[in-house]
């Protein structure tokens, strides 16, 4: 049974109107655009020598058409190309949010840019947010294509770079033994699809909260989740105070109490070369790489840069 997923950027059931139509619009697959250039070339081809054989006194009603027709299929191929196939897969890109796993950094339905070219020459820095495609085992069957590979997008904020040693001890990030700044964390409670509520300090202090470390088993580097060594990667679910707070991807869920024991023995892991690691700024609604690991350099796709919609919500992403 697959396990919930909180945070697709592409998860349809979370948008509508006109959310869902610029994301579409956003979305649309390269080879649909060629086409659609490709058809507007031959159109446009076909229309510009009948208007320049057109005498001056014919030039009525419908050559003024025709010319703005021929002028608007002429805007139209050039922002295609250029916005599509030149702009999108090299420069920038727009993302609709429709889940509150970045609240209160990203609402519900905001629109992003995401920056494309930065990772090219640069790598991801610890605190940025970062878009990228997710690993399988974060997706339903659902936003897998035919062969397996995943066709949706996360965004998170990025905690741990290769060779960083991350855990969270009731809930509070160590970076290499040290206390790392965490000013992006952020408890909520969930007041409907959209909005969220900050939990009150008290309330947070009062949870009890996962302890969370990487570490080396059979061969591979999991996400480890426990609490006060009363279990954790044993369920599929972990909680606190009874109440649910993330998943853990059934990839990692271990089969016994024995193992979970064994390995919360086992010391904290570094993250290996070309991996990172990411978790959302609403921490108890948000499904991330506490439950599903790492992921690899070749899946980032951006940095996430300003919110540009709402009009109220413009401004750069922190």
């Known amino acids: ?6 945070d697709l950027l592409a998860q349809e059931q979370a948008a509508s109107g006109y959310h869902l139509f610029i994301d579409k619009l956003a979305r649309t697959p390269l080879s649909h655009v060629v086409i659609v250039v490709a058809v507007l070339t031959v159109v446009r081809m076909a229309m510009f020598p009948v208007l320049m054989r057109t005498s001056p006194h014919r030039r009525g009603l419908g050559y003024g058409l ?4 021929n002028e608007v299929l002429d805007a139209v191929i050039y922002a295609g190309v250029f916005v599509f196939l030149i702009i999108r897969p090299f420069g920038i890109q727009a993302f609709l949010i429709p889940s509150g796993s970045m609240w209160p950094t990203l609402y519900v339905n905001d629109f992003i840019v995401a920056n494309k ?12 947010v970062v878009v990228f495609e997710p690993p399988v085992e974060a997706t339903y069957t659902s936003q ?12 998170k904020r990025l905690i741990g770079v290769p060779g960083d ?7 509070v990030i160590y970076r290499n033994g040290k206390l790392a700044d965490d000013s992006h964390r952020h408890y909520s409670h969930t007041m409907d699809d959209v909005n969220y509520q900050e939990m009150p300090e008290d309330e947070v202090k009062d949870y009890g909260w996962p302890s969370f470390k990487f570490i080396k088993w059979k061969g591979n580097v999991i996400p480890l989740n426990y609490i006060d060594h009363q279990g954790g990667n044993t369920a599929p ?9 993330y998943q853990v ?13 064994a390995a919360e023995a086992a010391p904290a892991a570094p993250i290996p070369t070309g ?9 108890n609604n948000s499904f991330d790489g506490r439950g599903w690991g790492l992921v690899k350099r070749s899946q980032i796709i951006g940095r996430a840069e300003f919110t540009w919609l709402p009009l109220g919500r413009i401004g750069k992403i922190h």
């Open 249 to 261: 991807a059934s990839k990692y869920v271990l089969s016994s109490e024995a193992d979970q024991k």
């Open 1 to 6: 049974m697959p396990l919930p997923v909180f």
């Open 144 to 155: 897998r294509d035919p062969d397996g590979s995943v066709n949706v997008d996360f965004i």
């Open 66 to 69: 025709g010319r703005f027709l």
């Open 237 to 245: 679910e972990v909680s606190a105070m009874d109440k649910p707070l």
């Open 165 to 171: 040693v991350i855990e969270l001890r009731d809930g």
């Open 117 to 128: 070219a930065i990772y090219r020459y640069t790598d991801p820095k610890r605190g940025d």
């Open 275 to 283: 991996y990172y690691f990411f978790m959302g700024d609403n921490r």
